[in-house]
């Protein structure tokens, strides 16, 4: 049996099977089970359908339907499942999709009972990847980074060039040099705090619902795990960054979405760079949690393992539960961008036009 070694070590070690999180091996192979039985007796309101094609290369859809059908109280989830039995469909793959994933896509769609929504259908799923994404954002009030350049930008402004459609992209930061094939530019932005780490942010956004995460914080301008220093847990979003973030997915047309920013040293305004439809939900860096945990964990569960009080003070998993209920209640419309709120700029930062999508120096 696939980790049954590991399983058994930690086990006969001592660990108790609630310390024992996604992973290969006959605890996790138990709970599956248990599971499926419920699915099949309709136990919860709600049967989810995470639609993730094979050719996804990360596989995040298995461990989120695990953690959803161990945490949830109102819904069974399933990878693949069948999308007619479905009350409501997510469309969770590898982004962009190509025109072999859009046709498996499109085919288990079609499936869908009439009335039931999907969340993050095909039609948006790609929206950060259209060269119109940055220049939407901007014109409905989100603050993004500048990607426009002219002559009077070469040899003096700083940006980031960003490889075009890898996972973890090849970044450079320097002095605009021009355009370069396979690559984006973005101004870059300074995300250093007073003790002159870099920060970079990031919130999830489900319906109306958001939930800050964490701030990973490092050493070196791109803020990545590379370059990490530590992680902070749990920070408090500002009103203006709560709007910012629902206004990303209202004016995308997106149900769901990981937002990734950064703040500005001077000031500390927020500059939005990344939004993934298809995000790590297990959790990539583990080091501040508790050491006799085993296997991967979903991200909603950190603060109820480091006994932090969750964002509005309800367990995360109530509220994801909550938003799901009114999700597959409400159905889809065409959204209307909203007003960007008090505060919010009209136009990018700089004051320049705004182009195709890139991502700040963080």
């Excluded at 920013?261 to 939005?272: H, I, K, N, S, T």
Aim: glycine share 8%; aromatic share 10%; charged share 25%.
């Amino acid at each position: 049996m696939r980790g049954f070694p590991d399983h058994l070590r930690w086990l006969l070690t001592g660990t108790p099977p609630s310390r024992i999180g996604f992973s290969p091996g006959p605890v996790t192979d138990l709970r599956k089970a248990r599971h499926a039985l419920g699915r099949a007796a309709r136990t919860r309101p709600l049967r989810l359908c995470l639609l993730e094609h094979d050719t996804s290369t990360m596989f995040f859809a298995e461990p989120t339907a695990f953690w959803i059908n161990q945490r949830s109280r109102v819904c069974w989830a399933e990878r693949n499942g069948p999308p007619e039995r479905a009350d409501l469909v997510w469309v969770f793959t590898q982004d962009p999709l190509d025109a072999e994933v859009r046709a498996w896509l499109d085919a288990q769609l079609r499936r869908v009972r009439p009335g039931v929504r999907v969340l993050n259908p095909p039609a948006v799923y790609d929206a950060y990847h259209r060269e119109d994404c940055f220049p939407r954002l901007a014109a409905a009030g989100v603050r993004v980074p500048r990607t426009t350049f002219d002559a009077t930008d070469v040899g003096v402004t700083e940006v980031v060039y960003k490889a075009v459609g890898e996972q973890a992209a090849r970044k450079e930061r320097c002095r605009y040099d021009g355009p370069r094939p396979g690559y984006n530019a973005a101004v870059a932005h300074d995300s250093r705090g007073a003790d002159g780490r870099y920060r970079r942010y990031r919130a999830f956004v489900l319906g109306d619902l958001v939930l800050p995460e964490d701030v990973l914080v490092a050493d070196h301008w791109n803020a990545s795990l590379r370059h990490l220093v530590t992680v902070e847990r749990n920070y408090a979003l500002t009103a203006f960054e709560r709007a910012q973030l629902r206004l990303i997915t209202a004016t995308l047309g997106l149900d769901f979405a990981c937002v990734d920013y950064l703040r500005e040293r001077d000031g500390g305004a927020p500059v939005f760079h990344d939004v993934n439809v298809y995000p790590t939900v297990v959790g990539a860096w583990q080091g501040d949690m508790p050491p006799g945990d085993r296997g991967r964990w979903h991200v909603f569960d950190n603060c109820a393992r480091l006994g932090l009080t969750p964002p509005g003070g309800e367990p995360v998993w109530r509220q994801f539960d909550a938003e799901l209920l009114r999700l597959a209640s409400t159905p889809k419309v065409d959204r209307v961008t909203p007003r960007a709120g008090r505060g919010a700029r009209r136009r990018p930062p700089g004051g320049h036009a705004p182009a195709r999508a890139g991502t700040a120096g963080t």
